[in-house]
């Protein structure tokens, strides 16, 4: 008696090429979205570093030196209220105050306050 053995759900060769092609097209754009974040986040670094000290002064001082999100006044940084602006002409209203861990939280969940 001949065993009876259902192997239909085997993929074919054909069809384990089209699995790893699938996968490898996942991954390869998953890298490039990763690239661009990574690239973005150290432009708006560098952007934020390039801020003249005396724009600095008047966002601290406009926001009464305590963070926009939660209240603290430890920690405290410049951020950008949304994106970094395209040019390089960087205005008081494009500028925010936050502590380290909303400014952490904000960037990570791209929560725009
Ligand atoms: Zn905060």
Redesign the pocket.
């Known amino acids: 008696m001949q065993a009876m053995v259902d192997s239909s759900w085997i993929p074919s060769a054909v069809g384990m090429i089209l699995i790893a092609t699938a996968i490898m097209v996942l991954i390869s754009r998953h890298t490039a979205r990763v690239r661009a974040r990574v690239s973005a986040d150290a432009q708006r670094v560098q952007l934020l570093n390039d801020i003249p000290s005396e724009l600095r002064f008047r966002v601290y001082e406009r926001d009464s030196y305590t ?1 926009q ?4 006044s430890r920690d405290l940084l410049v951020d950008f209220v949304d994106d970094p602006p395209a040019d390089d002409q960087v205005q008081l209203r494009q500028l925010i105050t ?2 380290v ?2 400014t952490a939280i904000t960037r990570q969940s791209g929560i725009i306050d």
């Open positions: 963070c999100r939660c209240g603290d936050r502590c861990r909303c």
